[in-house]
């Protein structure tokens, strides 16, 4: 990976450069380069947040990938100072930045489908895989394996699994209802297209 695609993805979610370690934060980078090159998006900003609900709602994964970043640390240091429970900030971050890494694997940017990829694997079981084959820790990978209420095969495990499974709803339940959409309608609607 060159530098100027590093600079790139730090640039679309500046949550990353919030990650403390090191070592983690280049993980994170390095799964966002990594899928985006395996997949058939010219950018990676071009990846709708549900491709298949594309002429419903317009709504970027980048976007909401941010807004859902920007929740869970809020929510991470709320519940850390008026709790006192510990939040490991780090692995709530690269979970936040990457819950949605997978979409630009399994989705097809030229027909808004599935890709054989997402035909084989599950949407957050994906992304989880993708975090173990970059050496970021188990307690990651579950984060992102978790976070879906629809696609997640175990409930969250963890504090920061609990905290980013709600700012994904939360954030994403109100981007569609501020546009006048039911999102549990749109998604069922869109998947029933491809099944």
């Known amino acids: 990976m060159q530098q100027k695609d590093k600079d790139y ?3 679309l979610f500046p949550a990353i450069k919030k990650i403390s370690d090191r070592r983690i934060r280049d993980k994170v980078v390095r799964t966002w380069y990594n899928a ?16 298949l609900a594309r002429d419903c709602i317009e709504y970027s994964n980048r976007d909401h990938t941010n807004q859902v970043c920007r929740a869970a640390e809020k ?6 100072d008026s709790s006192g429970l510990e939040v490991r900030m780090d692995y709530l971050l690269a979970g936040a930045v990457l819950h949605d890494v997978d979409k ?5 940017a030229k027909t808004g489908g599935l890709t054989d990829t997402g035909r084989r694997f599950a949407h957050a079981v994906m992304g989880a895989a993708m975090a173990l084959m970059e050496g970021l820790p188990e307690e990651v990978a579950h984060i ?13 495990a963890s504090i920061e ?27 069922r609607q869109s998947l029933a297209r491809i099944t």
């Open 161 to 187: 699994a609990i905290i980013l499974r709600h700012a994904d709803q939360v954030v994403a339940q109100a981007v569609y209802l501020a546009k006048g959409l039911d999102m549990d309608l749109v998604l």
């Open 9 to 11: 993805i730090i640039r």
């Open 104 to 108: 630009i694997v399994i989705f097809d």
């Open 75 to 80: 929510m991470g240091a709320m519940l850390a």
């Open 36 to 51: 985006w090159k395996r997949s058939n998006f010219p950018r990676i900003e071009d990846l709708h947040q549900f491709e």
């Open 144 to 156: 992102i394996g978790a976070h879906s209420t629809k696609f997640s095969p175990v409930p969250p």
